[in-house]
């Protein structure tokens, strides 16, 4: 008897976290869209053009710096880039300090509103790779072509 | 194996011995770890100096996670066994848990201020980190919330093993969804992306960790399995 409510308890919690796991798994892939914390240009330029975003709406978008995008506007103080995902870019204007590791190349994510085909920006946030290594092996791969742009940034 | 630790003099004994080896290990592998993160290790490429926040950060957060799978597991054992063991371990791995949770928390928001240009973002990798910390005080708030202590490390237990669904969430956050942290860099499928230099030091840090949490575990079980004793004398004494 003894035994028997062992294996009781033990099927009732292993029948439970498998509830609890696929319930888990059905909310999360429900609300996907409010979990991811940026969108792709080509996902932006997508929902307006089905109207599924509005120019009202707050939104973040996510990339990397265009290479020779980044330029000041007349006024000295807006910076002006592209992010781009390799298929679609977008023209992002920000008025603001840039975080330190924002260069050409690098993935940011910009936090602001889309309106007439430029998202105007009230934060832009660096993002950084999985990659570590000392400056002179990065230094070395780049000499040797070995080195590989951070493609895959989502 | 279950009823073997079940003994809490044999758990005793055992604990006696390892518990200075414990000290030992923590104590070679931390200070060799923090020396070489500090003064030999590299800067990064792209992070420089700011990367060293790694060596801190990233074990913490690696044992948040291994607290919690060992809460929940030892949780389980003690619903299922009435393993009265396990349910010490349990009580004593949340509160050490808790701590490395709130480290690699803190740690990380230091480190996301200078690289990333803010304190904190609502991400699915900080967000569920979040919720683990959470978990752990709930569990412990939950643990001491009854007058009777077994109906307490119960429906802590069942706490416990349903938040044991955020840990795998936590871990794969980073590829399910965009989120502002990167990807895992050791403990993936195609190897580290970590040049050796760096990833020495890490993990240094992560046995002394590891090696801090047993330590740290070893005193408190024993702690709580000496002040039942005096509790089970009282009684008795109480009683005449």
Redesign the interface.
Known sequence: MAMKRKHRRLSFIALGLLFLGSAAALILTAFEDNIVFFHSPTEITEKFAKNELKPTQRLRVGGLVEEGSVTKTADGATNRFKVTDLNKSIVVEFRGILPDLFREGQGIVAEGRYNNAVFIATEVLAKHDETYMPPEVAEALKKSGQWKPAAKEK | MFNYFANPTRFLRLTSKLQPFAMIVTLITMGAGLYYALFQS???????ET?RM?YVHVPAAWMAMFCYVTLAASS?VA???RHMVADIVAKSTAPIGACFTFLALATGSLWGK?????WW????RLTSVLILFFLYLGYMVLYNAFDEPTRGARAAAILA??G??NVP?IKFSVE?????H????VV?LDGP???P??LTPLLLMAVGYTAFYFWVLFIRTRAELNANKVRALRIRQAEG
Request: without cysteine.
């Open positions: 590299p800067p990064d490429y792209q992070q420089s990367v790694m389980a619903l299922i066994w200078p690289m990333w240009g803010t973002v609502w991400d699915a093993i349903v044991v669904i969430i399910w969804w965009n989120t502002l990167q990807p895992a860099s993936k992306a970590i040049h230099s760096m």
